[in-house]
């Protein structure tokens, strides 16, 4: 099924979200294929379950953008236990559509996380997936790609949106 993905400006964005608690249920895993499903409807490589309403800690990547199977990651309760190195490169978000700017991030992270099931287990990514795995550990701490431009930019991104909000284009 796919979900409807918040758009900057709702206040559930920059929440940041609870732990997930109860593991191995048909919903959470149903919110989980519902996720990817959404994701991939909108071409995105991640997607966070606040983007679509939901506060709890749980993302879905999958840097192949469908390619490959086992490209597929579902984070649960997630947390970064290492980062090596910097990449600088261009980044969006499905919440905030026509908008992609430039965001400094580790080249490399390890996180530990759980998965439906409440097995905890670890994984490793550089480059796109290692970018994928911070923007969406972020989203669960109500923390969005504005956050690391600079005033300047992340201010003229705002009255744009603004301008959208207004128009009824947003
Ligand atoms: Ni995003």
Same mark, same amino acid.
């Given at each position: 099924?796919?979900?409807?993905?918040?758009?900057?400006?709702?206040?559930?964005?920059?929440?940041?979200?609870?732990?997930?608690?109860?593991?191995?249920?048909?919903?959470?895993?149903?919110?989980?294929?519902?996720?990817?499903?959404?994701?991939?409807?909108?071409?995105?490589?991640?997607?966070?379950?606040?983007?679509?309403?939901?506060?709890?800690?749980?993302?879905?990547?999958?840097?192949?953008?469908?390619?490959?199977?086992?490209?597929?990651?579902?984070?649960?309760?997630?947390?970064?236990?290492?980062?090596?190195?910097?990449?600088?490169?261009?980044?969006?978000?499905?919440?905030?559509?026509?908008?992609?700017?430039?965001?400094?991030?580790?080249?490399?992270?390890?996180?530990?996380?759980?998965? !439906?099931? +409440?097995?905890? /287990?670890?994984?490793?990514?550089?480059? &796109?997936?290692?970018?994928? =795995?911070?923007?969406? %550990?972020?989203? !669960?701490? +109500?923390?969005? /790609?504005?956050?690391?431009?600079?005033? &300047?930019?992340?201010?003229? =991104?705002?009255?744009? %949106?603004?301008? !959208?909000?207004?128009?009824?284009?947003?």
């Amino acid at each position: 099924m796919l979900l409807t993905i918040r758009k900057y400006g709702d206040p559930v964005l920059e929440t940041p979200c609870e732990q997930v608690a109860d593991f191995g249920s048909a919903e959470l895993r149903q919110l989980a294929a519902n996720m990817f499903e959404t994701m991939y409807g909108n071409k995105g490589v991640g997607l966070a379950a606040p983007q679509i309403g939901v506060s709890k800690q749980l993302t879905v990547i999958d840097v192949s953008a469908g390619e490959d199977s086992s490209a597929k990651l579902v984070l649960i309760n997630p947390e970064i236990v290492s980062r090596e190195g910097q990449q600088l490169g261009e980044e969006g978000c499905l919440s905030i559509p026509g908008f992609r700017e430039d965001v400094r991030r580790a080249m490399k992270v390890r996180v530990r996380a759980l998965d !439906l099931d +409440g097995k905890e /287990f670890e994984v490793e990514g550089d480059e &796109l997936l290692a970018r994928a =795995i911070q923007h969406e %550990i972020d989203h !669960l701490h +109500g923390i969005l /790609f504005l956050k690391h431009l600079s005033p &300047l930019k992340r201010d003229l =991104i705002r009255r744009k %949106i603004a301008k !959208l909000v207004k128009a009824g284009e947003w």
